[in-house]
């Protein structure tokens, strides 16, 4: 797993392969895509919070079957350990610094 922190967004982007992640109730949520229409982002149409998007078609920046997940969203367990990377995400998606290797605190 590799997480993306992004505060401005309010998401912790875990990444994935599609054929990594099964979704339970994306029937529960809804899809946004803008811009260029890369990216679907999907949103839960109970508390409008971003579960996860799926990649639509490669790019330079997304592989093909790419998805993210929103691991804020996750059991804090499950991420606990995992290695934080922070990227420039407005310009170059080049890596802001090392990994943060630190268990997330309640809040994160």
Not at 30 to 35: K, Q
Not at 66 to 90: F, Q, S, Y
């Amino acid at each position: 797993m590799q997480l993306l922190d992004l505060p401005a967004s309010g998401a912790l982007w875990a990444y994935y392969t599609r054929a990594q992640v099964r979704i339970e109730g994306e029937e529960a949520s809804f899809a946004y895509s803008w811009g260029d229409k890369d990216i679907a982002f999907h949103t839960c149409r109970t508390c409008g919070c971003t579960t996860h998007w799926v990649g639509l078609h490669a790019t330079a920046h997304l592989p093909s079957g790419r998805m993210g997940v929103n691991a804020r969203m996750l059991d804090p367990g499950v991420i606990a350990w995992a290695p934080i990377h922070r990227l420039d995400g407005a310009d170059t998606w080049k890596p802001l610094g090392k990994p943060l290797r630190r268990p997330l605190a309640e809040g994160n």
